[in-house]
């Protein structure tokens, strides 16, 4: 056959490689699946459910067109209304299913092209599996499901009715919710680009594309840029250097992913284990990388190599355009941390670059071994990912649920700053517990009788921050703020001995925990005490059930693995569990 026919992009029983997609897939799933059992809402996420519980739908609303993120309100509207108690369960599942149409439709626009085509199998295994976004399971599952119509562009592009052909533009501007993804683009003029057409039919072809892209912007910069609270966040450098350290920051973070996808990955099963199963995939691999795996040499003939050139400039474009605005700003993606969701459009570009170089290797066994090895560390690390945040979830739930107890017990108003012990080695990857995450559950689920306390840790920069603590502004969830209460105390929580380290902990006792429920609500698997001149002095607790009817109980009673039932009413009996 072939490598460059048309007919190998245009007949499905021609697809290339077309078992590492399948492959790919199966993994996914079988990957994340346990993650879809945590009980976890972290950072931004809070903010979002604490608006929706308290102010409802209308709330959420206002709240997304002040972020500037008006279209975000469309996807987390549908994830509450399906599970309204549980719309971080909806979020996981949503997240997932976008994930994998997504890496179908991106293996079928790639497939397409003489230009793509050959990288279009090897790409998109390594998207489904891709250690570089690590957040998917949580309410972030919204920037997969702008990428759907982000791709949804592309695919009914090629559609032979007119009216799907015509509403292509219009998934283009929704997907542009997210704004970022606008750093793909030099991958459609690739795929829209033939040698067969003059540059002004391309133009013509790509005129509605652009033109929803320019409609965005001007939207951005006038009626949906950012207001209320969030006025002036993120404004634009002027400092280059920083500029440059950020962008540098953002592209390091792609070997460091790499590094972080392997050292984690094989700590999931411990270093023997995994080597034995990475070395079984890439046997396997290898015996199959004559068929189901087969994919085409890109350096055959001096056509191909244009291609390949055209392929490594498109993915280090891409790369550059989607670390740019952040840089800009100067922030900037991190593998280890939340803002792993920053590097979203830029790592596809990345893969792009990856594919690439894989398929430069000549033979195919060697070629199917070494992206073996690769699809090996990616689903260790997105495997290892999907345990730390069932584990996040046990320690989140028990750290919280003990918070409440201890705040209902002495109930004079009081700011707390809570010491964590080994925070980065029990938050998934090294995350921060902000204002939202200590405060938004405790508030929905005290009794209103009493005064408002805070609770702050001391490794996330609430008491360093000039609008926080140390000016006497406290806050639930940074949205509002409220006069601190004099009285200040310090906690101190650890896991130890009741729960056990991540890489020690199996997956069977790991999941038993998450999802069995609190014998009491005054109790917990790790130590909670109060610090006096470093001494630990016992915290008393005391039980209190809210009312059902109250917004947010069910969600957080679920969250925080209350025992059942978890409040007053008629309705709190089969609800939650």
């Known amino acids: 056959m072939k490598a460059g026919s048309d007919a190998a992009t245009a007949q499905p029983h021609t697809r290339l490689g077309i078992g590492y997609v399948w492959l790919a897939m199966a993994i996914a799933v079988v990957a994340s699946l346990p993650a879809l059992f945590a009980r976890e809402v972290f950072g931004d996420d809070w903010t979002v459910y604490y608006i929706y519980w308290t102010q409802g739908l209308a709330g959420l609303a206002r709240l997304m067109w002040e972020s500037a993120h008006t279209g975000f309100a469309i996807p987390m509207a549908l994830f509450v209304t399906l599970l309204p108690d549980t719309p971080d369960v909806a979020a996981r599942i949503g997240g997932l299913a976008c994930h994998l149409v997504n890496g179908l439709i991106f293996y079928s626009i790639l497939a397409r092209s003489p230009t793509t085509k050959q990288i279009a199998a090897l790409f998109t295994a390594l998207f489904l599996l891709s250690p570089f976004y690590a957040i998917r399971l949580t309410l972030n599952a919204v920037y997969d499901f702008f990428l759907l119509f982000y791709l949804l562009s592309y695919a009914l592009s090629y559609s032979k009715m007119r009216a799907l052909r015509w509403a292509a533009p219009f998934c283009l501007l929704f997907a542009l919710s997210l704004e970022t993804l606008i750093a793909l683009e030099p991958l459609r003029i690739v795929l829209v680009r033939s040698a067969n057409k003059r540059w002004a039919q391309t133009l013509v072809r790509l005129a509605p594309f652009w033109l929803a892209i320019a409609t965005m912007v ?12 969030y006025a002036g966040q993120y404004s634009f450098l002027l400092d280059p250097v920083a500029i440059g350290k950020a962008l540098s920051a953002h592209l390091t973070a792609f070997p460091r992913g790499l590094d972080y996808a392997y050292s984690h990955g094989f700590a999931l099963l411990g270093r023997p284990v995994s080597s034995t199963l990475s070395l079984i995939l890439i046997t396997g691999f290898v015996l199959f990388s004559s068929r189901a795996l087969w994919t085409p040499w890109l350096i055959e003939d001096r056509s191909s190599v244009r291609r390949l050139l055209v392929l ?21 993606g991190d593998v280890t941390r939340g803002e792993s969701r920053l590097l979203f459009a830029s790592q596809v570009g990345i893969l792009i670059l990856m594919a690439a170089t894989l398929q430069m290797i000549p033979g195919s066994r060697l070629r199917a071994a070494m992206a073996g090895g690769l699809v090996a560390v990616f689903a260790l690390a997105m495997a290892y990912d999907s345990k730390w945040l069932l584990y996040d979830g046990l320690i989140s739930t028990d750290l919280q649920r003990q918070v409440r107890a201890a705040l209902l017990a002495d109930p004079e108003p009081k700011v707390v700053k809570l010491q964590v012990e080994n925070s980065h080695l029990l938050s998934f990857r090294s995350r921060c517990l902000g204002a939202s995450d200590m405060n938004v559950a405790n508030m929905i689920l005290r009794d209103e009788s009493r005064e408002r306390s805070f609770v702050y840790t001391d490794y996330c920069g609430d008491f360093q921050l000039p609008s926080m603590v140390l000016r006497g502004k406290c806050t639930i969830s940074y949205l509002e703020f409220l006069p601190c209460p004099p009285r200040r105390e310090a906690w101190r929580y650890r896991a130890a001995s009741g729960i056990a380290p991540l890489d020690d902990i199996g997956f069977f006792e790991l999941m038993s925990a998450v999802l069995r429920a609190a014998p009491s609500a005054t109790q917990g698997y790790g130590e909670l005490v109060q610090l006096k001149d470093d001494l630990p002095i016992p915290l008393a607790r005391a039980e209190y059930r809210p009312p059902c009817q109250r917004p947010g109980v069910p969600g957080s009673a679920w969250l925080l693995a209350l025992p059942a039932p978890a409040c007053d009413g008629p309705k709190a009996e089969g609800r939650w569990f």
């Open 312 to 332: 490594l400039l498109t993915g280090a474009v891409i790369a550059i355009l989607g670390a740019l605005p952040f840089a800009l700003t100067g922030t900037y």
């Open 218 to 229: 001007a939207l951005r910069l006038t009626i949906l840029g950012k207001s209320g609270h």
